[in-house]
């Protein structure tokens, strides 16, 4: 008996529907074999504002594959990463209907999808002669640290209702998720995963993206019990976090009004500081050292303190005479002198470039771990003051602070 056709169905809307099955197999397959390395989706005609294109591509977190939506709007881009049925779910909602063409590239294929003004969709494939492969470690380097969903990035204005990223804010989206990389990997190091109660001391927090980040990271990614605090100058702005803290109705963050230069506190674990005006940076080490914290970060600014006090063999003069490098040369030999004063003191010390300098000026990182069985470091401190001698320096805030911190 010859099957007959639903009577809503020409023939043609027939065998359209058949070559979409027939695409949707062939990713399942490509997917399911690992060949896939990419399906653009493209002259889309749905009602998303602005966006243009989908790139899907294979990523590689936690030692699984996941798969890379790539939404391309006309001024930014998004990126959400699904589990390959729900790739395949989304997938089948998106084709036909809202975009009208798809290339797909497999290890040794090529497929071109186009869907017709009157539906119908067409199929074309061609063998490749050279086998390529996906590139997930390229992928992996654009991994996110912070989900893109959650509430407390829409709470601060960096994700608008539905969890996409506002324009304005996507650098700031990528320096949150610089800092938690940056934090993840010093945790790992320093045995606080075990901790059972972690305390967080974020001073100069401003407006707070990164110490909500923080506790996003420990309390939701991490599933740990931590105490975040925030200290800040402004009042305004600590009632800022504070109303935000209530509305996302969170527990373990607060923030209070202080000085760092006064502030008083015991056991912090992870000590930050991150833009904190001039000297505000070394008080906060201190209270990092002086508690014995497993983790101190920071990313100095403003290096008021030592460029009043440099003075270089007469050779340099001219090179000192512009500003700008007077200004350089202060914030070397300030963070040099910081990054020892860590080492002396029983900490394993690095000093890197935070974010690139297209997102902020801003952009240095000291991120000391504490070694184990920490004891003085004569050596450094031997070589701090070579190079205070050597630069005319008197004194320097941390050093002062430090003084008797450590018995020899
Ligand atoms: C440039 S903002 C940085 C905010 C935040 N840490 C970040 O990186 O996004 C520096 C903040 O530190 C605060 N601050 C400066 N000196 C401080 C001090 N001595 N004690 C507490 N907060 C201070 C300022 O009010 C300001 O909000």
């Not at 869907?115 to 590139?135: C, E, F, R, W």
């Not at 900490?347 to 974010?355: D, G, L, M």
Request: charge should be positive.
């Amino acid at each position: 008996m010859t099957a007959t056709l639903p009577t809503s169905f020409t023939s043609s809307e027939q065998s359209s529907n058949t070559e979409l099955q027939r695409f949707f197999s062939l990713i399942e397959q490509l997917m399911q074999e690992q060949q896939l390395i990419r399906l653009v989706l493209s002259k889309y005609q749905g009602p998303a504002l602005q966006l243009r294109r989908l790139e899907i591509s294979p990523v590689e977190i936690k030692s699984k594959i996941c798969w890379r939506f790539v939404w391309q709007y006309q001024t930014n881009h998004q990126t959400q990463n699904y589990g390959a049925a729900d790739a395949l779910a989304l997938l089948r909602t998106l084709l036909p209907e809202e975009f009208k063409a798809a290339q797909l590239q497999a290890n040794a294929s090529e497929t071109q999808m186009t869907i017709s003004k009157k539906g119908k969709v067409l199929l074309n494939s061609k063998k490749i002669s050279t086998k390529q492969t996906a590139d997930i470690s390229h992928n992996r380097e654009k991994q996110r640290f912070v989900e893109q969903s959650r509430p407390f990035l829409t709470a601060l204005g960096v994700t608008d209702v539905q969890g996409r990223i506002i324009p304005a804010m996507a650098n700031k989206w990528k320096q949150i998720n610089k800092f938690i990389e940056i934090l993840q990997a010093a945790v790992k190091d320093s045995g606080l995963l075990q901790a059972t109660q972690l305390h967080v001391a974020d001073f100069g927090s401003g407006k707070a993206y990164l110490t909500f980040a923080m506790h996003d990271y420990f309390c939701h990614t991490l599933g740990l019990t931590a105490k975040i605090t925030g200290v800040e100058l402004r009042q305004n702005l600590v009632d800022l976090c504070n109303n935000t803290v209530a509305k996302l109705n969170l527990s373990g963050i607060h923030f209070e009004q202080g000085d760092v230069k006064h502030f008083q506190t015991r056991g912090i674990n992870v000590m930050v500081a991150l833009h904190a005006c001039d000297v505000a940076t070394d008080y906060a080490i201190n209270m990092g050292v002086r508690t014995g914290a497993e983790i101190i970060m920071c990313s100095p600014c403003c290096h008021k303190e030592i460029r009043p006090q440099i003075r270089l063999p007469d050779v340099m003069a001219p090179m000192l005479s512009h500003g700008i490098h007077l200004g350089q040369e202060a914030e070397m030999v300030t963070d040099s002198l910081r990054a020892l004063l860590l080492e002396a003191h029983g900490y394993h010390t690095k000093v890197f470039e935070f974010i690139s300098l297209e997102h902020t000026s801003k952009n240095k990182m000291i991120l000391a771990t504490k070694r184990k069985n920490a004891v003085v470091n004569s050596e450094a401190l031997q070589q701090i003051a070579s190079i205070k001698q050597f630069y005319g320096i008197k004194q320097q805030c941390l050093e002062q602070l430090l003084q008797g911190a450590f018995q020899k």
